[in-house]
């Protein structure tokens, strides 16, 4: 891992040297079908955009200095997920995969793995796990999306691999400087882009990592057949807007430390969740394993009324169902089917000043 400290290395990875007249934020490039030398294609220059595009591979590049393994863009968190599922298993495999963790990819494994005779088991974020015997992949997510449980990675990947299992962690929660999922042992790091990693809530985006030639060997020619590709533009968004992460989560982090022992002692809020406080059930290895804490806080208020009367109280909360942005937001997850109380909200905070924060929410919570 580089020496150079966060902010640098989110402002200069992936970019190419720059000569006189560059700009300093190189692309996006448009193009789909490039033109081609007079003999024919040549490996390694593009042909056509689906296959590669200059945009996407500053991006990429980029990812993979911060995650430390080879990287493959996706257009949504989503497109990255079923990558990994659709390239690692086949009929007759087992699955196991989070069941605090995010509600879609239990539904896309319900909806389309199952139906081709892939076998799904389900394990909380927190254990404890059944045995990976037998186990084709196990999909991690830590913290978890919505529950905020933490998995010790380094330790579950080691029993997997004893039994011959893959890993895979999803690391949007996180992202890649709170965390390095292949530091700890696992085989794949899969995240949502959308959310923290690009934070301007203005693009779809996913991607994995892995330092295994053969998996990223799969998932790009499954990318490519199937046509997953990012648009240039939302690539560029993206390589854009990872360069202040490091100063968003920042202030991300010191809101939700700040707003978690605000909302624990508050008497309408119960069941704060938040790895870095030290009453929380994830603190020791969340801190154990963790760069820094998200800016994620699960609580939950009396019933849905009482969630919708604080949204409509608030003057700097918006309801929205995504997170990691610079605005603060809030979402009640049970509308969603998650497996939450319906006074569940997953709170994710902006980069609004704190001390504004917590007074609009003392004003909101009282009305």
């Known amino acids: 891992m580089s ?8 402002v200069h990875a992936g970019v190419p040297a720059l000569s006189p007249g560059d700009p300093l934020q190189p692309g996006p490039v448009f193009a789909a079908p490039y033109a081609l030398p007079p003999d024919g294609y040549e490996p390694g220059v593009d042909g056509y955009g689906r296959g590669d595009n200059p945009t996407r591979r500053v991006l990429e590049a980029a990812i993979a200095d911060l995650e430390g393994g080879d990287t493959l863009a996706f257009p949504s968190g989503q497109a990255a997920v079923s990558a990994v599922l659709m390239t690692v298993l086949r009929p007759g495999d087992t699955v196991m995969l989070p069941a605090d963790g995010y509600y879609n990819v239990r539904t896309f494994a319900s909806s389309f793995l199952t139906s081709s005779g892939i076998s799904v088991v389900e394990a909380p974020t927190a254990g404890p796990y059944p045995s990976f015997d037998g186990v084709r992949l196990v999909l991690l997510e830590s913290p ?3 529950s905020l449980d ?7 990947s080691a029993a997997a691999h004893a039994a011959g299992t893959l890993v895979a962690v999803d690391n949007t929660a996180a992202t890649p400087l709170g965390q390095r999922p292949l530091d700890l042992g696992a085989d794949i790091s899969v995240a949502s882009g959308t959310k923290a990693l690009s934070g301007h809530s203005d693009l779809l985006l996913g991607y994995v990592s892995t330092r295994s030639a053969a998996l990223y060997e799969a998932m790009a020619s499954w990318r490519t057949l199937g046509g997953a590709i990012p648009s240039p533009f939302d690539a560029w968004l993206a390589r854009r807007s990872l360069s202040t992460l490091d100063l968003r989560l920042r202030q991300q982090t010191a809101n939700a430390r700040a707003l978690a022992t605000f909302l624990r ?3 309408a809020v119960t069941g704060v969740r938040w790895p870095g406080l030290p009453t929380d059930p994830s603190y020791a290895v969340a801190t154990r394993q963790m760069r820094r804490i998200p800016g994620i806080i699960g609580f939950t ?5 009482a969630v919708a009367d604080f949204l409509r109280a608030s003057t700097l909360v918006t309801a929205a169902t995504s997170f990691g942005g610079l605005h603060t937001t ?9 497996r939450t109380a319906p006074g569940f909200v997953r709170l994710s905070c902006g980069i609004e000043d704190t001390d504004d924060l917590l007074a609009d929410f003392t004003s909101a919570l009282s009305a």
Not at 150 to 156: G, K, L, S
Not at 330 to 338: I, L, T
């Open 301 to 305: 208020l009396p019933s849905a009324a």
């Open 3 to 10: 020496t150079l400290g966060d902010s640098t290395r989110c």
């Open 144 to 146: 978890a999306n919505p």
């Open 150 to 156: 933490v998995v010790d990675i380094a330790e579950v």
């Open 265 to 267: 002692e508050h008497p």
């Open 330 to 338: 809030a979402d009640r997850r049970e509308q969603w089917g998650d």
